[in-house]
């Protein structure tokens, strides 16, 4: 059964950072896929960053690029999101997610999720 428990949100200024991290267990994760996704209230969950287990290949948002960096651990199974610069519209509730790594589409067809942390940026 796999488990995902994320951790490290809270409340910040805008221009702050936080880090994210996302405990993973209930399997080996090596041909797996990791990503972080967020839903601000009143709008869909939206992807905002992937990583590949094994190989580490990153994939970002676009409206995350320069400001965010997913990583992982793989020793300890844990994935790790830095958020610099956050805007007022990062805020959101950060959901950890992750499938078989098939190579297809890395924004969606997660089936794994964990239960979320809340990021609060304000102006």
């Known amino acids: 059964q796999v488990q995902l428990v994320e951790s490290g949100g809270g409340v910040v200024q805008a221009g702050g950072s936080l880090r994210l991290s996302c405990a993973a267990s209930?399997?080996?994760?090596?041909?797996?896929?990791m990503a972080w996704f967020r839903q601000a209230p009143g709008k869909e969950r939206e992807f905002v960053a992937a990583?590949?287990?094994?190989?580490?290949?990153?994939y970002y948002a676009d409206s995350v690029k320069g400001r965010f960096a997913i990583s992982r651990d793989n020793e300890k199974t844990t994935m790790f999101l830095q958020m610099n610069s956050l805007e007022p519209g990062d805020t959101a509730v950060y959901y950890c997610?992750?499938?078989?790594?098939?190579?297809?589409?890395?924004?969606?067809?997660?089936?794994?999720w964990g239960q979320g942390t809340q990021v609060t940026v304000f102006s």
């Open positions: 209930g399997r080996t994760f090596n041909n797996y896929i």
């Open positions: 997610a992750t499938k078989y790594n098939s190579g297809t589409s890395y924004w969606t067809g997660y089936n794994h």
């Open positions: 990583i590949s287990w094994r190989i580490g290949y990153q």
